[in-house]
C-alpha cells in the first residue's frame, strides 16, 4: 500500500493513506507453453502474472477501480471498471418510461446513460525521435503449386508512417489500421524499429450528437484514437468548468488536431502524445487499452 497526498476542496494538502495498492496479479493464461507429440515428446510451461497499480475513485454512488498493468513481456495495460450501486429513478408507470431505462424493481428504473473515459499517455520510445507508423494487411493472388490451375490469396504486409495530425485522428466508426505503434528511430537486432503496438479493447458508441450545443465540450468523444504533437498547453482535454456551463468551452480537444507534423526528425517536439477513448453503457464498464512491445 502507498500513501499519497492530494488536494481536496479548498486546495489544502490531505494525506491519504493507502490510496493505491500494489500487488501481484495471475493473468489465467500461461506467458508460455507447449505440448509436443511430434517425433519428440515434451512439455513445457510458465505460469503468466503481472504488476498491478491500483487506485479507487469513489464519485457519488459509482467507485471506479483504476488499474495500471505491467506484463513481464513488456506490454503496458490501462483499464477501469466501476462497481457501487446502480443509478436508479423513479419509476412513473407506462411504457414511455421504458424509453429511459429498464426496470430493476417495483417502482425503480435504472436509468440510461453513459460513462465516458478519455485517457492520455506521453510516450517517448527509445528517444524522442518517435514516428507513428500504421500496418495493415493485403491479399495477393498466387497460383498454387500443387495446383497452378487455382489461386492462393496470399497475405502481405503494408507499411504507411502517419506524418500528421489528421493522419492520426480516428474517428469512431471508422476502422484502425490492424496495427499501430509508435516506433522509434532505434532498431534490434533484426532492423526492426523499436516501438510500441497501440491495442484499444474498449467498445464505442456516439458520444453526442455533433448538431448539439454541447458537443464541443465534448469533441474528445469523436475519436476512439488521436495522436497529436506534445505541448505544455494541451494537457488535458476538457474542463472542470464545463460542470457549470459546457454550452461555451473554455477549450475544446478537437481544436488539438491541426495537421501538425508528427515526423520523427522534428526534434523540439517530436514526442508524441496519444489519447484514446473508452466508452461504454452504464451496465458494465471495463474499457481497457494495452501497448505491447515490438522487440
Not at 507447449?34 to 459509482?62: C, K, T, W
Amino acid at each position: 500500500m502507498v500513501d499519497i497526498h492530494i488536494l481536496v476542496g479548498t486546495g489544502a494538502v490531505q494525506l491519504l493513506p493507502g490510496a493505491v495498492c500494489v500487488f501481484e496479479e495471475a493473468q489465467g493464461l500461461p506467458l508460455r507453453r507447449h505440448h509436443n507429440h511430434l517425433e519428440s515428446y515434451f512439455y513445457g510451461g510458465l505460469a503468466g502474472s503481472a504488476l498491478v497499480v491500483r487506485s479507487v475513485s469513489s464519485v457519488g454512488n459509482y467507485d471506479y477501480i483504476w488499474d495500471f498493468v505491467l506484463h513481464p513481456n513488456g506490454a503496458l495495460e490501462g483499464r477501469v471498471h466501476a462497481t457501487g450501486y446502480i443509478n436508479t429513478a423513479f419509476l412513473s408507470g407506462g411504457e414511455e418510461s421504458l424509453l429511459f431505462g429498464n426496470r430493476v424493481g417495483e417502482r425503480v428504473l435504472g436509468a440510461v446513460h453513459t460513462h465516458a473515459f478519455h485517457f492520455k499517455l506521453d510516450l517517448d520510445v527509445a528517444g524522442l525521435k518517435n514516428w507513428v507508423v500504421a500496418e495493415d494487411v493485403v491479399f495477393k493472388p498466387v497460383a498454387a503449386p500443387w495446383s497452378p490451375e487455382h489461386q492462393l490469396q496470399r497475405p502481405q504486409l503494408t507499411r504507411q508512417v502517419l506524418g500528421r495530425e489528421d493522419l492520426t485522428a480516428f474517428s469512431l466508426g471508422n476502422p484502425l489500421p490492424r496495427y499501430l505503434y509508435l516506433a522509434s528511430d532505434q532498431t534490434n537486432v533484426w532492423g526492426h524499429q523499436r516501438g510500441y503496438r497501440i491495442q484499444i479493447h474498449s467498445p464505442l458508441g456516439i458520444h453526442m450528437p455533433l448538431e448539439s450545443d454541447m458537443e464541443r465540450a465534448l469533441s474528445w468523444g469523436r475519436y476512439q484514437l488521436v495522436v497529436t504533437r506534445r505541448k505544455e498547453e494541451e494537457s488535458q482535454s476538457s474542463s472542470i468548468y464545463y460542470q457549470n456551463d459546457i454550452w461555451t468551452p473554455t477549450m475544446a480537444f478537437a481544436d488539438f488536431i491541426n495537421n501538425e507534423t508528427l515526423l520523427g526528425e522534428v526534434a523540439s517536439s517530436s514526442s508524441c502524445r496519444t489519447w484514446w477513448l473508452g466508452l461504454r453503457p452504464a451496465s458494465c464498464i471495463s474499457p481497457m487499452l494495452r501497448m505491447s512491445p515490438t522487440l
